[in-house]
């Protein structure tokens, strides 16, 4: 599918959508309850179907609606095939992590993109604590054969948080107690502040020190409980950098008190000189001349790419800094984001972990996001200050934003698809 923007004025509200990583967390904890959890407003994407569609052939029950799902978790068995986890980082992650809490042999498998992304150090800080499991060199496919009996294991912490929470989220099933230690610092700290306080919700408490760079976990049982998603502040990020770009966006089911990094987007919208207010659970967003921006993204990188776009359309010279992960994503972000604004024109130079941006006008392209949803988004709202951007591939956007395309367009955003 094929997908061009052009240069519009938009105005209007919007429903931010529900957050594809508390989503991810609710089902996981609610799998491994014994008894029924109700997920309110869930997010239904690519990612969070794989998610579903693993937990359901582990023997999880799954009773679905649009607004609602109902999870009754159980003992879980081992999978008559594999695991098959699409693209979804998290999926992977999180349940190689619950395949070492059952009996029996699991295989995880993923999609060409996921395939090229490191498990490796999951892997072995699982085999510390008891687990038989391999992968393929670093990456997927992974073989678990159970066996989580606890005690002491490290990780570090600046690759990927989603270790650190996979982790953390089946400690609570060893035989014996955890200890996890971080041998560096913890980037994108706020996603494992979320694994924490989902787990909390479900009944399971996690010690971790200030700095949380060291955790202990006792053995627990999750509870079933009633969970009500929040909205997702990085695809609403795609909206609220759209007003600042184009008119006046309000955005509705939004948490102003998160623990969602991607929260850090009204501060950096401010910083840039776009109007923004916050009234009764309403966020708006109006246009201005944006000034250059020079931030760190190391605990937001999903901001990365709206922060590119937002950069290219000042005048000056931005600076964004904390990349070096990014270029681990579902494409190498970097590159993806620096071949895209060059292809429009765009000064942009990017070194190992910061890229610098010098704004201006960018003009008319067609864009390849390289199969990664975020790349998509973010050109569809370059395109909104532009002749014409044309986005490949464009329904890469159901990885996390299904309806990103139809919001756009219902805010008055001049969007053509072609099939």
Same mark, same amino acid.
């Given at each position: 599918?094929?997908?061009?923007?052009?240069?519009?004025?938009?105005?209007?509200?919007?429903?931010?959508?529900?957050?594809?990583?508390?989503?991810?967390?609710?089902? &996981?904890?609610?799998?491994?309850?014994?008894?029924?959890? $109700?997920?309110?407003?869930?997010?239904?994407?690519?990612?969070?179907?794989?998610?579903?569609?693993?937990?359901?052939?582990?023997?999880?029950?799954? @009773?679905?609606?649009?607004?609602?799902?109902?999870?009754?978790?159980?003992?879980?068995?081992?999978?008559?095939?594999?695991?098959?986890?699409?693209?979804?980082?998290?999926?992977? $992650?999180?349940?190689?992590?619950?395949?070492?809490?059952?009996?029996?042999?699991? $295989? %995880?498998?993923?999609?060409?993109?996921?395939?090229?992304?490191?498990?490796?150090?999951?892997?072995?800080?699982?085999?510390?604590?008891?687990? #038989?499991?391999?992968?393929?060199?670093?990456?997927?496919?992974?073989?678990? =054969?159970?066996?989580?009996?606890? !005690?002491?294991?490290?990780?570090?912490?600046?690759?990927?948080?989603?270790?650190?929470?996979?982790?953390?989220?089946?400690?609570?099933?060893?035989?014996?107690?955890?200890?996890?230690?971080?041998?560096?610092?913890?980037?994108?700290?706020?996603?494992? *502040?979320?694994?924490?306080?989902?787990?909390?919700?479900?009944? &399971?408490?996690?010690? !971790?020190?200030? =700095?949380?760079?060291?955790?202990?976990?006792?053995?627990?049982?999750?509870?079933?409980?009633?969970?009500?998603?929040?909205?997702?502040?990085?695809?609403?990020?795609? *909206?609220?950098?759209?007003?600042?770009?184009?008119?006046? &966006?309000?955005?509705? =089911?939004? =948490?102003?008190?998160?623990?969602?990094?991607?929260?850090?987007?009204?501060?950096?919208?401010?910083?840039?000189?776009?109007?923004?207010?916050?009234?009764?659970?309403?966020?708006?967003?109006?246009?201005?001349? %944006?000034?250059?921006?020079?931030? #760190?993204?190391?605990?937001?990188?999903?901001?990365?790419?709206?922060?590119?776009? +937002?950069?290219? +359309?000042?005048? !000056? /010279?931005?600076?964004?800094?904390?990349?070096?992960?990014?270029?681990? /994503?579902?494409?190498? $972000?970097?590159?993806?984001?620096?071949?895209? *604004? @060059?292809?429009?024109?765009?000064?942009?130079?990017?070194?190992?972990?910061?890229?610098?941006?010098?704004?201006?006008?960018?003009?008319?392209? &067609?864009?390849?996001?390289?199969?990664?949803?975020?790349?998509?988004?973010?050109? !569809?709202?370059?395109?909104?200050?532009?002749?014409?951007?044309?986005?490949?591939?464009?329904?890469?956007?159901?990885?996390?934003?299904?309806?990103?395309?139809?919001?756009?367009?219902? %805010?008055?955003?001049?969007?053509?698809?072609?099939?």
């Amino acid at each position: 599918m094929r997908v061009s923007v052009r240069r519009s004025e938009i105005w209007g509200r919007v429903e931010a959508p529900p957050s594809k990583s508390y989503t991810h967390r609710a089902v &996981v904890c609610a799998s491994m309850a014994r008894g029924e959890t $109700r997920i309110i407003s869930p997010l239904t994407s690519d990612d969070t179907e794989a998610t579903l569609d693993v937990v359901g052939n582990l023997g999880v029950q799954v @009773r679905l609606d649009s607004q609602e799902w109902a999870i009754r978790g159980r003992e879980m068995k081992e999978p008559q095939a594999d695991l098959f986890c699409r693209e979804s980082g998290t999926t992977l $992650r999180f349940m190689t992590a619950i395949c070492s809490i059952l009996r029996g042999r699991s $295989r %995880l498998t993923a999609g060409s993109s996921l395939r090229r992304r490191p498990i490796r150090p999951l892997v072995d800080a699982l085999r510390t604590l008891g687990v #038989d499991c391999h992968c393929d060199g670093e990456f997927p496919p992974v073989i678990v =054969n159970g066996g989580l009996r606890g !005690g002491k294991t490290e990780i570090r912490g600046d690759i990927s948080s989603q270790f650190v929470s996979a982790i953390l989220l089946v400690s609570c099933m060893a035989e014996e107690p955890v200890t996890l230690r971080l041998t560096t610092p913890l980037e994108s700290r706020s996603y494992v *502040l979320m694994t924490m306080d989902t787990q909390r919700r479900f009944g &399971v408490e996690v010690e !971790g020190s200030e =700095n949380l760079s060291l955790y202990r976990v006792e053995r627990q049982e999750y509870v079933p409980t009633e969970y009500k998603v929040e909205g997702d502040w990085s695809s609403a990020a795609f *909206l609220l950098a759209a007003g600042a770009i184009a008119g006046t &966006v309000e955005v509705r =089911n939004l =948490n102003p008190s998160s623990l969602q990094a991607d929260r850090k987007m009204l501060e950096l919208l401010e910083a840039m000189g776009a109007g923004v207010t916050v009234r009764r659970g309403v966020i708006r967003v109006s246009r201005a001349d %944006l000034e250059p921006l020079s931030t #760190d993204v190391s605990d937001c990188p999903d901001l990365f790419p709206t922060l590119a776009v +937002l950069c290219s +359309l000042t005048r !000056g /010279k931005s600076v964004i800094h904390g990349i070096r992960r990014l270029r681990l /994503k579902e494409s190498d $972000r970097v590159d993806a984001m620096t071949d895209g *604004l @060059r292809r429009a024109g765009v000064a942009i130079s990017p070194q190992e972990d910061e890229v610098v941006i010098v704004g201006g006008q960018p003009k008319a392209a &067609v864009i390849d996001p390289r199969d990664d949803h975020r790349i998509a988004m973010a050109f !569809g709202l370059l395109g909104l200050a532009c002749e014409r951007v044309i986005v490949e591939d464009a329904e890469c956007v159901e990885k996390s934003y299904p309806l990103f395309w139809s919001d756009l367009t219902s %805010l008055g955003g001049r969007v053509e698809v072609e099939s």
